[in-house]
């Protein structure tokens, strides 16, 4: 009924319900309005609730400047996204800046990048935080599977592990650990070639992380890459589901455990594409999982004896 008056009265729910002249559509009542709803003195008809703040998104500590919240804290940053960013040929609202005061900024600008860091180990936090970053836009991780990869550099720091590696090789390890904690299909190959170093290094670096930072990884199933290889060679549903049938059977039995995960989920692809008609050569698969074909022989002929 409360609702049908409201509607029937004409009653506003965006006029600003804090002033005293809006009064209750029941009993003409005072209406006050607090942070969750709006409710009449009188009567307790609760006229409007879960209101959506249409204010702007800073607080006003005086008549005159109005303060902004600004980003949250990142880890993906070495100061938690706290530093302070020189803007350059523009102002706050837009306008162009005359010359003098484009040179006066250069000047600050420079300034603060030289203050930026207080010794060197954070400016190698900057440097490989850049590249976690970096790495993860080349790859299309998400949010958190990036952020995870930031700790974890700063843990590897911490703990005095970028002493005698490379912090691009670290980063890298990083990058890949993350993804092996969240159990993301990602090759080592797919990091090493975003990361642009040496496969020796990176492999080095994440066995290090593993081992002195105890990670929670988990052994890596076939079946968790049949969907990105499937999705590279452009196999029909079908036949995807075929080869995941065939990974997860494979799982069941052991007879996956300790070998390429990537290599096996492309047997078992090559051996559904056999089955349903569609004749994947050894090479293409392969080349997609960056295993030899004999390594998709040995595989086949693994599924083949199983009889799955």
């Not at 002249?21 to 009542?29: F, K, L, R, S, Y």
């Not at 590897?156 to 299909?185: F, K, V, W």
Request: aromatic share 4%.
């Amino acid at each position: 009924m409360a609702t049908r008056d409201i509607y029937e009265t004409g009653f506003d729910e965006d006029v600003q319900t804090e002033s005293n002249a809006n009064q209750c559509p029941e009993c003409d009542g005072r209406v006050t309005t607090n942070t969750v709803e709006t409710v009449c003195e009188e009567c307790g008809l609760v006229i409007d609730e879960q209101r959506i703040d249409h204010g702007p998104e800073w607080r006003a500590y005086d008549d005159e400047e109005c303060e902004r919240t600004g980003a949250p804290l990142t880890t993906a940053r070495h100061d938690r996204g706290l530093s302070t960013e020189i803007g350059r040929r523009t102002d706050a609202k837009g306008n162009e800046l005359s010359g003098k005061k484009r040179q006066r900024l250069a000047r600050m600008r420079r300034e603060q990048t030289r203050g930026r860091f207080q010794s060197k180990a954070e400016r190698n936090l900057a440097h490989g935080l850049g590249e976690v970053r970096r790495i993860a836009s080349v790859l299309e991780l998400s949010g958190s599977v990036r952020d995870q990869a930031c700790q974890l550099f700063r843990s590897a720091q911490t703990e005095d592990l970028l002493r005698g590696r490379s912090i691009e090789a670290i980063a890298a390890a990083s990058i890949y650990g993350a993804c092996r904690c969240n159990g993301h299909s990602r090759l080592l190959d797919d990091v090493v070639d975003a990361a642009r170093v040496e496969q020796s290094r990176v492999a080095n670096a994440y066995k290090t992380l593993n081992t002195e930072l105890g990670l929670p990884t988990q052994p890596v199933r076939p079946s968790e890459f049949i969907p990105r290889l499937a999705s590279e060679l452009d196999i029909p549903a079908y036949i995807r589901q075929r080869a995941r049938r065939l990974a997860e059977q494979s799982e069941s039995t052991g007879v996956s455990s300790g070998v390429n995960p990537s290599g096996f989920a492309a047997a078992c692809l090559y051996k559904a594409g056999r089955e349903e008609g569609r004749w994947l050569t050894q090479a293409e698969v392969a080349a997609a999982a960056s295993v030899t074909a004999t390594t998709i022989r040995s595989h086949r002929d693994t599924l083949n004896e199983l009889a799955v």
